[in-house]
């Protein structure tokens, strides 16, 4: 007797049940009872749980039907079934209808480039005109994540006003946290979290990652504080999130604290510690634990060992960088990307090795991109590499013509040179094209309020304190023999103004407003976003020890822990 025809898993089943229930009379006294059936099989066959519907409507069954598409591997067609529902007159859309709907247009979003909010839109044009905009607290949620992932936050600022004050519960506002956080808007989020009435995890993970880009250590304890009083234990998610903060603070202790006090550790934690000991003077370290992590039987991923390569680098630890690189196949089953080969070109970079690192590039089962010619291009600045760092910045304006870092490095090289006419064009060519180059700024929290500098500002109101502490801080580093370096200023002018332009620098400004805000002794903290300067640098350590202060700065690159006027990373970064 041969074996009965195959068939997809669900189909067979879901026809047969389809059928009793036509027997029996179920679906005819109950159309809501075909919204199990539908469901099921929609993401397998559409036309079929089409049918069901059609044949026996009701709102119920499409709302399932809906729900189970949105959140299925094909979240246009939830899009689609609510077109169908809008023709049929025995199914009316509710409350129920559109959250998950949403849900499904956020998808869509997510999943294209350019983003085509118009699905979602036009949803949201539908319940308007049914008047469920603004009197159901989930639909409202649902419309203001939609908005914060198609990036419109003025929308989605809009939907949360207008909700009613009764239901601005804390999903809605965690919903319009995480949408400032999508953007960028880390000083908002530190601004909004303190208007929330209460905070759960989801609250407190957007607080602590706005506190880890901003390096506002006293929020971030806040926020640690705060949920240790609230609940028993700490979850791997936030305990990974708190970690990642203390790190980008500078604050490698308490770091330390969160990962021995974290009992549920993933590959992710580990890696995000790694990490953390790396960019934070600390390489050796990181590897230690790198072989710990192995010893206890975790293997690691490709962020695992962009973290342990990246440790490699801020040692300058080349040949066991080399050595990681070459054996990740191998020993750890995993193929090097783009990532890993651009943290070998940085590490060979640092060390000085520029022609290895462009025969690493040129070599690559990959196509260069902008990642792997601009990590070359910084060490080449640093070691004042001409002819390479031209050829790296040329390579990058082929792959993005609107390349601020390589417009620049070829100013700067003219400038070096005294061609001031080469400097012009560069420059009159950044701004015909709108090119521009993101200004230096430097961030210090105090007592929680975090403040932002820019070279030369004087938009803070102690601004006339600030300045005389400056002024008072060049005149020790005289005395001490500190001559200001201006190799790195590249405009046309004399001698005297380009030491009046490094000595305005935004972190200098940052430093000048810390020493006259906090005792002696205190720990000062600022983020800068571009890589420090070398007369900035100097003037730290100076200060570190005429001061009696532990100065703790990130770059765009790493962390400085000055201290006793040494710095951590050995004058090497």
């Given amino acids: 007797m041969p074996p009965p025809p195959a068939t997809t898993r669900g189909s067979f089943p879901n026809k047969a049940l389809h059928a009793r229930l036509l027997r029996n009379g179920t679906l005819n006294a109950d159309p809501s009872a075909a919204a199990p059936l539908a469901a099921s099989a929609a993401n397998s ?40 529902m809008l023709l049929n007159p025995l199914s009316n859309p509710n409350n129920y209808t559109y959250p998950p709907l949403l849900a499904a247009c956020a998808r869509l979003l997510v999943a294209r480039s350019p983003k085509p909010a118009a699905p979602g839109t036009a949803v949201h044009a539908s319940l308007f005109r049914r008047g469920l905009d603004s009197r159901d607290r989930f ?3 649902s419309l203001l994540s939609f908005y914060a992932v198609a990036g419109d936050l003025p929308a989605a600022r809009q939907v949360f006003d207008r909700s009613p004050p009764n239901q601005r519960d804390l999903p809605l506002w965690n919903s319009l946290l995480h949408a400032y956080l999508s953007q960028g808007l880390y000083t908002q989020v530190l601004h909004l979290s303190r208007q929330i009435p209460a905070a759960d995890e989801v609250t ?9 880009h901003l390096g506002a250590l006293d929020t971030g304890r806040w926020a640690h504080a705060y949920y240790a009083r609230t609940r028993r234990s700490t979850t791997r998610n936030l305990g990974t999130a708190l970690l990642n903060m203390y790190m980008r603070c500078g604050d490698v202790e308490s770091a330390w604290s969160v990962f021995r006090e974290t009992l549920d550790k ?18 050796r370290d990181a590897l230690d634990l790198f072989t710990e992590m192995k010893n206890i039987g975790m293997d690691p991923d490709s962020i695992t060992m962009t973290a342990v390569l990246s440790a490699c680098a801020h040692a300058g630890m080349v040949d066991e960088g080399k050595r990681f690189l070459g054996c990740m196949p191998v020993e750890y089953r995993l193929q090097p990307t783009i990532e890993h080969y651009g943290c070998v070109v940085d590490l060979l970079g640092r060390a000085g090795k520029l022609e290895e690192a462009l025969a690493l590039i040129q070599t690559v089962p990959f196509e260069a991109d902008v990642v792997l010619w601009g990590a070359l291009l910084v060490a080449c600045r640093v070691h004042k590499n001409v002819d390479i760092g031209q050829m790296a910045a040329r390579e990058i304006l082929k792959l ?23 400097v012009q064009e560069v420059r009159n060519l950044m701004k015909e094209h709108r090119i521009f180059k993101p200004p230096g700024s430097s961030i210090v929290e105090l007592d929680g309020v975090v403040y932002e500098f820019l070279s030369g500002d004087h938009s803070h109101p102690q601004s006339d304190q600030i300045y005389a502490m400056l002024d008072e801080v060049c005149k020790t580093l ?51 976003n571009l890589r420090i300067c070398e007369d900035c640098h100097s003037v730290m350590k100076i200060v570190s020890e005429v001061y009696d202060r532990v100065i703790v700065v990130r770059d765009r690159n790493r962390f400085h822990h000055f201290k006793n006027g040494s710095c951590s990373c050995l004058d090497y970064w």
């Fill in 45 to 84: 066959s559409l036309p079929y749980a089409l049918s069901l519907l059609e044949a026996h409507p009701s709102t119920f069954s499409y709302n399932t039907t809906i729900r189970s598409l949105a959140h299925g591997p094909s979240p246009h067609l939830a899009v689609a079934l609510y077109r169908s």
């Fill in 139 to 141: 639909i409202s949620a």
């Fill in 204 to 212: 407190l993970l957007a607080l602590v990652s706005a506190c880890a």
């Fill in 266 to 283: 993933d590959v992710r934690t580990w890696s995000v510690m790694i990490a953390g000991l790396a960019v934070n003077g600390l390489p």
């Fill in 400 to 422: 993005d013509p609107r390349h601020a870092g390589a417009c620049v490095f070829l100013s700067n090289v003219y400038a070096a040179d005294g061609k001031w006419d080469l």
């Fill in 478 to 528: 005289s005395l001490k023999g500190h001559k200001p370096s201006t190799k790195e200023v590249t405009f046309d002018i004399d001698e005297e103004d380009k030491e009046v332009c490094i000595s305005q620098h935004s972190e200098k400004l940052a430093l000048a407003l810390g020493l006259i805000s906090t005792k002696r002794g205190a720990v000062i903290r600022i983020v800068k």
